[in-house]
């Protein structure tokens, strides 16, 4: 079991968008809240790609990652992640390897296998390039060989990118990305945060099939885990509505943008609906610090997670910087 004192604790940002605010102002909220994590003591910052989605601004990962890190000092900012199968390897190498020439020592590039969107936008990001989850694993054996070192008989190089050695994750839902990332020794982030059925089978087999590299001698866990904290689990409770609302409103089809808390989530969903919910946040920590410590600690001592990276989409801004500094106080407490 990992002891709390010994866990690495981060930040996904999903860089939600509110209809009264617009793309801009959420990229800026992304910022100031890269700088809120960084002061308290997290160890990463990542967001990720998605498209398509009007109330997630992170389209433009790399571009994004960039104004992360040139903004903040000390933490680390990466992916989780970039969806490979949407690009060349090269030009991911030479993105990253731009960033961590930049930012040498805080870039992290966390890759995953789906598209990040429906099939029709991932046909119009990919146009004539035949790339598919198929092709996964070659992709990633690619992007490594560009990010190391050059050798002699090597015809295609990226520059930037060769000897930076920007470290790869392997990001997934499912067993797939676990066994991969097991067999190449990389540390492995399973997405919990939305699916976590998988989680414990995930975890067994990353951990069974894992061999040691040049990259870690032992495996490497990372979690996500959705949260929402504050003074009171009452007050947690109501502010979790717009976590609930927008997830409906994913499983509906319906625009994804933010969404205000409300009193009561009856008469917004089916009952169907909130059993889908409350299975898609099945991982989900809400409530009070004291609880969400409690809650942090049983997912320790059932996992061994090494380190938990915790997403947290509410609706006014403030509110998500709270959270924030509730959660690392209380990990950070005796």
């Known amino acids: 079991m990992t002891a709390l004192s010994d866990l690495n604790y981060s930040v996904l940002d999903l ?8 793309p801009a102002q959420s990229l800026h909220n992304s910022l100031d809240l890269a700088r809120h ?12 790609e998605h498209h398509n989605m009007d109330g997630i601004a992170s389209s433009a990962t790399a571009v994004l990652i960039g104004y992360l890190a040139g903004g903040t000092s000390r933490i680390r ?8 199968p949407n690009h060349a ?21 966390g890759l995953g296998r789906a598209p990040g969107s429906d099939q029709m936008t991932a046909r119009a990001l990919r146009r004539e390039r035949s790339g598919s989850a198929d092709d996964f694993p070659e992709d990633v054996e690619e992007l490594s060989r560009y ?42 982030a399973f997405a919990s945060h939305f699916a976590p059925r998988y989680l414990h089978e995930a975890i067994r087999t990353y951990r069974n099939h894992f061999k040691p590299s040049t990259v870690l001698d032992k495996p490497y866990v990372m979690l996500g885990v959705p949260m929402v904290v504050a003074d009171t689990d009452e007050q947690a409770e109501y502010l979790a509505t717009s976590v609930y609302q927008r997830i409906l409103a994913l499983m509906r089809g319906q625009s994804l943008m933010q969404r205000p808390p409300v009193a009561s989530m009856d008469g917004l969903w089916l009952p169907h609906e909130r059993e889908a919910v409350s299975s898609f946040l099945g991982l989900a920590m809400i409530g009070s610090p004291q609880k969400v410590k409690a809650k942090v600690e049983v997912l320790l001592e059932q996992t061994g997670a090494d380190e938990l990276i915790f997403t947290c989409d509410l609706y006014e801004h ?17």
């Open 37 to 48: 994590a960084e002061a308290l003591g997290y160890t990463r910052f990542w967001v990720a």
């Open 147 to 188: 990010l190391g070192p050059r050798t002699d008989d090597q015809r295609v190089i990226a520059v930037p990118g060769h000897d930076t050695d920007v470290p790869l994750w392997l990001l997934g839902s499912s067993l797939y990305s676990a066994q991969l990332a097991g067999m190449r020794g990389l540390p492995y």
């Open 89 to 109: 390897p090269l030009v991911i190498a030479e993105q990253f390897g731009t960033l961590a020439s930049l930012y040498p020592g805080r870039i992290d590039l």
């Open 77 to 84: 900012v990466g992916s989780g992640g970039v969806m490979l």
């Open 318 to 334: 403030s509110d998500r910087l709270r959270s924030y500094q509730l959660l690392a106080e209380a990990l950070q407490a005796d």
């Open 15 to 22: 860089v939600p968008v509110r209809a009264d605010a617009g």
